[in-house]
């Protein structure tokens, strides 16, 4: 079966770095998607990788492996408004998105 | 610039009874999904639409209809909403089926 796995939980401190792993077993890759989704609203865009390699988007970078099966969010310079969910999500060989159950990440100050 | 309009945004509702969420797109975009979350689950797929005049079943199809009559709308239907129907209902879209998605705000559904 097609798999995503995020942790489910983290914490860091406001103005660290946080890493938010996603691991994925699908059926094809066609791309791998992170949203962003703050309690109660709906998930935002915030970086699509189809290559090996980092995006880098301000604060956000994504990294992708495909031989690996991995993808990677990485957060700078955390504020209080980063404490949300992160979602990511692989598109499979029939271009369906499937989802990650989400990380909620928490800041503290 | 509205994007993607879900309503109603909240509903209880009687087992047994029909509901209608409605979805609308002033984007033009020729694809679109109704998803729905559940804690501790990621987004499944319901339903969806390539293009207007088309749909297709998702991973949750079960005991939920949709339509596309025209680009702009595509409302969920629930024929006989049964507790396990519970969720938060998330109604996207594409410009091509293969970017990025944009979703509506959610519509919070109760079946009691």
């Known amino acids: 079966g097609q798999n995503i796995d995020q942790p489910t939980e983290m914490t860091a401190t406001e103005g660290a770095i946080v890493q938010i792993n996603c691991t994925y077993q699908?059926?094809?890759?066609?791309?791998l998607f992170w949203y962003q989704q703050h309690a109660g609203e709906a998930p935002t865009f915030l970086s699509y990788?189809?290559l090996d390699g980092l995006e880098e988007k301000g604060r956000f970078s994504s990294f992708l492996s495909r031989s690996k099966g991995y993808s990677y969010l990485l957060l700078k310079e955390l504020q209080m408004k980063d404490s949300a969910s992160y979602l990511c999500?692989?598109?499979?060989?029939?271009?369906?998105?499937?989802w990650g159950a989400g990380t909620k990440l928490i800041i503290k100050p | 610039i509205a994007g993607i309009t879900q309503a109603p945004t909240s509903q209880i509702l009687a087992a047994g009874r029909r509901m209608t969420l409605r979805c609308t797109q002033d984007?033009?975009?020729?694809?679109m999904y109704w998803y729905r979350q559940d804690l501790g689950l990621g987004l499944r797929l319901i339903h969806y639409s390539n293009t207007a005049g088309t749909t297709g079943k998702g991973e949750v199809p079960d005991g939920y209809s949709v339509s596309r009559a025209n680009t702009d709308d595509f409302p969920l239907t629930l024929a006989s909403a049964v507790p396990s129907q519970t969720s938060v209902y998330f109604c996207?879209?594409?410009?091509?089926?293969?970017?990025?998605?944009?979703f509506g705000e959610g519509s919070r559904l109760t079946v009691l």
């Open positions: 996207a879209s594409s410009d091509s089926g293969v970017g990025e998605l944009f």
């Open positions: 990788n189809v």
């Open positions: 699908t059926s094809g890759f066609n791309g």
């Open positions: 999500a692989v598109r499979d060989s029939n271009y369906q998105l499937i």
């Open positions: 984007m033009r975009h020729n694809a």
